[in-house]
């Protein structure tokens, strides 16, 4: 059972977080493996459909600038307009998608190094994080950390400055699973509030 909404459109919500993306930006990066993905799969016009209504004339990013959090939230909103689409599974596609594209674009050596397993590598996604903030250093890295791990079965803790990106956990943990050969099933357990501050999923295979 996922638990990510609350209303019944998952872009409803996602909307109504525009005002507290003001501080942040997002690598390049991120949005060009969003642009990848949208073009592999619908073509350029599309994607020129959704730069216009972002008001993004450029369409076009450098992967090591950073751009302002509106802007990926906006590619994501308009993704989900054009292709009549709900953001929580364009959110959740992305993710499995950036496991397969950080790996075919340089990083990965880096990801060999997070882990040998797969619970080894989701211990070590901070690792793997401040590793890349070494060379991104307006990074604003998620945090992650495990617990409760049993033979089948382990807890991730997800810690974030930004809001609205948990569907995207269930297609990253998806498309990691993958990648050491696991078919998993990810389920959240809990919503962050203020008490806790973390979501938390159980991952099973
Ligand atoms: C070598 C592989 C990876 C690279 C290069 C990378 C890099 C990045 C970058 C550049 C961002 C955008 C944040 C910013 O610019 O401030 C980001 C965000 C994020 N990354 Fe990674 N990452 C990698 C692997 C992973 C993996 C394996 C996971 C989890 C399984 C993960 C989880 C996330 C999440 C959830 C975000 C969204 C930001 C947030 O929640 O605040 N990343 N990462």
Same mark, same amino acid.
Not at 20 to 46: P, Q, R, S
Not at 153 to 174: C, F, Q
């Given at each position: 059972?996922?638990?990510? &909404? ?11 977080? !525009?005002?507290? +993306?003001?501080? =942040? /930006? ?5 949005n ?10 619908h ?6 459909e ?43 596609? &992305? ?11 340089? !990083?990965?050596? +880096?990801?060999? =190094? /997070?882990?040998?397993?797969f ?34 079965s ?47 999923? =159980?991952?099973?295979?």
């Amino acid at each position: 059972m996922k638990f990510y &909404f609350p209303f019944h459109n998952y872009f409803v919500q996602f909307y109504h977080l !525009y005002d507290k +993306l003001i501080f =942040l /930006t997002m690598y390049g990066l991120v949005n060009i493996a969003i642009k990848d993905l949208v073009v592999t799969n619908h073509g350029e016009e599309v994607w020129k459909e959704i730069c216009r209504l972002s008001d993004f004339e450029d369409m076009d990013f450098i992967g090591m600038n950073p751009y302002p959090d509106k802007i990926t939230y906006d590619l994501v909103k308009n993704a989900s307009i054009v292709l009549k689409a709900d953001a929580a599974d364009i959110l959740e596609a &992305f993710g499995e998608y950036w496991i397969l594209y950080t790996a075919d674009e340089g !990083y990965g050596d +880096l990801m060999d =190094l /997070t882990g040998s397993s797969f619970v080894e590598f989701l211990g070590n996604l901070d690792m793997l994080h401040y590793r890349i903030n070494n060379i991104m250093p307006q990074l604003a890295a998620p945090q992650f950390s495990t617990r409760n791990q049993k033979e089948n079965s382990v807890e991730l803790e997800y810690r974030s400055h930004r809001e609205g990106l948990v569907p995207m956990l269930y297609g990253l943990i998806r498309g990691l699973g993958k990648r050491f050969n696991m078919v998993v099933t990810t389920e959240q357990i809990q919503i962050k509030n203020e008490q806790n501050g973390c979501h938390v999923f =159980l991952i099973r295979w």
